[in-house]
């Protein structure tokens, strides 16, 4: 089949593609419209060594992927949940899970806690109570390795912090780069991006549709379509009436 003659089958039903589509776009529309709103919230921590040196800037970096899977942890979660910020939601850690997405970057050397809820206040909530437990943890495991790994000076005499602690070998330092705060616009759903994609499908329903009814379609119309299908030469024909007669 030539080119052209694709484009004959369009045409001819060419009145399917945009009812199809139309129709497609709306309901997409209306029912992605009828969803409950979500609202994001996100924050980012950022991760550092000290002492400041390009050695513990590696062991900083190595530290990362494995701190964000304590991030998802209960023992986290749990504590996020007995925080202020979140007293007024009762939510478990159970839920904080739920609600929560993590990402890391090791080129930067920061971590992103993101949630999503139908409420946008309660959303940056969990991600302020989640990055300020994990700072809370870290802090408590960096006290841990002042006892375990004191560093020394080259005379063998352990280095003390201004609170008299022992000063670790390396102690991490976590960050949150501000805090979060309510979305004011929802991240889902999307109804126009929806009812977009629906026309699109809806065009190639209609395409497929329009070349379904050609194939089962079996009336001859023109000589050219006789000639292909009968292997018959057209003698005459009865012109279309243009018009009445006077």
């Known amino acids: 089949m030539r080119p ?15 009812l199809i589509a139309g129709v497609a776009a709306l309901v997409a529309y209306v029912y992605t419209d009828a969803q409950p709103r979500v609202y994001s919230s996100n924050t ?11 050695q ?3 062991a900083a ?10 991030i998802a942890s209960g023992e986290v979660a749990g504590r996020a949940a007995a925080r202020p910020e979140l007293q007024p939601y009762g939510l478990d850690a159970g839920t904080i899970l739920g609600k929560l997405a993590l990402a890391h ?6 971590i ?17 109570a989640v990055a300020a437990a994990f700072i809370g943890y870290v802090n408590e495991d960096n006290g841990r390795l002042q006892q375990l790994f004191p560093r020394f000076t080259q005379d063998g005499t352990p280095i003390a912090l201004r609170d008299g602690s022992l000063a670790p070998i390396i102690r991490l330092n976590v960050a949150q780069l501000g805090l979060a705060g309510p979305a004011a616009v929802p991240s889902a759903p999307r109804p126009k ?5 629906g026309a699109i499908l809806g065009v190639a329903l209609a395409l497929v549709l329009a070349f379904t009814l050609e194939y089962l379609d079996d009336t001859l119309r023109t000589p050219e ?22």
């Open 61 to 70: 970096k190595n530290r990362l992927a494995p701190l964000k899977p304590i």
């Open 112 to 128: 992103q806690i993101a949630a999503s809820d139908g409420d946008p206040a309660r959303a940056a909530a969990i991600v302020n």
């Open 225 to 246: 379509e006789v000639r292909r299908h009968l292997g018959l030469s057209v003698l005459s024909g009865v012109p279309k009436k243009r018009g009445r007669e006077s």
């Open 105 to 110: 970057s090791p080129d930067t050397n920061t």
């Open 4 to 18: 052209e003659e694709y484009l004959r089958i369009i045409l001819r039903r060419w009145w399917l593609v945009p």
């Open 44 to 54: 980012t921590l950022s991760v550092t060594a000290e002492p400041l040196d390009q």
């Open 193 to 197: 991006l929806n009812a977009a994609a």
């Open 56 to 58: 513990n800037d590696i």
